[in-house]
């Protein structure tokens, strides 16, 4: 018999559904439900008894991060509901909230949390493909307090179920990610660098691509785009190389 996962996977990987509306973002739409896809096989791997082991996340279980990618995809679905009704529905009412919210799903029964990832995606991909085409500029507020069109979820979805699929620790690797949304992923870790006006002095030399220079240069830091990817965004290093024999610290992602 079918669980909600393998719904999710399937209904993820029969792929984009708007060709009907051309003012979707196709391309991060077809990331995002690649990656529930990619997510929700990762999951299906886990027995729920190693549900209950550490993520890459300090202080996080892999519950907490099921749990988390399930509740974003929700308060995402509050975004598009703003968008197509135009009342302001955010996507959280408090940090505080999202916060207990989270620590809540991960004492949830195993079916139920495996539920919850599934349902709330398949919900999040039917406010998607409903979306009146006109509504996909309208204004909506990030957690963050950033207001970006309602186009931008589908990114925002797509880095959500890729990188916590890796921080599952289950055998999800930034090498099965498809090369443009690691290139992304990148470029929007230093984005949110530059919108909080970190300093950071580094140069970013992924083999095959220019160097990215970033403040007075620092040292360079080499490796393939999976490897820098990952150390950029807090998971870890691996395969890198620096011009001054060390890596430095870097500024948290987001």
């Known amino acids: 018999m079918d669980t909600p996962l393998d719904e999710a996977t399937r209904s993820a990987e029969r792929g984009p559904r708007d060709a009907a509306t051309p003012a979707a973002p196709t391309g991060e739409l077809v990331w995002a439900r690649r990656g529930t896809a990619y ?28 749990a988390h990618v399930g509740y974003n995809a929700r308060a995402l679905s509050r975004l598009m509901r703003w968008a197509r009704t135009g009342v302001e529905t955010p996507m959280y009412p408090s940090p505080e909230h999202r916060d207990a919210e989270i620590r809540r799903g991960a004492t949830l029964p195993a079916h139920a949390l495996r539920s919850l990832f ?32 309602v186009r931008e979820t589908a990114w925002m979805r797509a880095r959500e179920v890729w990188v916590h699929a890796v921080d599952l620790d289950s055998g999800a690797d930034m090498r099965d990610f498809p090369s443009d949304l690691l290139g992304e992923t990148l470029a929007d870790v230093l984005r949110a660098w530059r919108r909080r006006g970190e300093r950071v002095d580094l140069t970013v030399a992924v083999a095959g691509r220019e160097p990215i220079v970033l403040g007075t240069g620092g040292p360079a830091v080499s490796g393939t785009l999976p490897d820098m990817v990952r150390w950029l965004t807090g998971r870890g290093a691996r395969g890198l ?10 500024p948290r992602w987001f």
């Open 39 to 66: 997510f929700a096989r990762k999951l299906n791997e886990l027995t729920d008894a190693e549900l209950d082991r550490p993520s890459l996340l300090p202080g996080w279980s892999r519950r907490h991060v099921i």
């Open 118 to 149: 599934a349902h709330t995606a398949a919900h999040l991909d039917a406010e998607w493909r409903d979306l009146p085409d006109t509504r996909w500029d309208a204004e909506v507020r990030t957690a963050q307090g950033r207001l970006v069109p």
């Open 241 to 250: 190389t620096s011009s001054t024999g060390v890596l430095p610290v870097l």
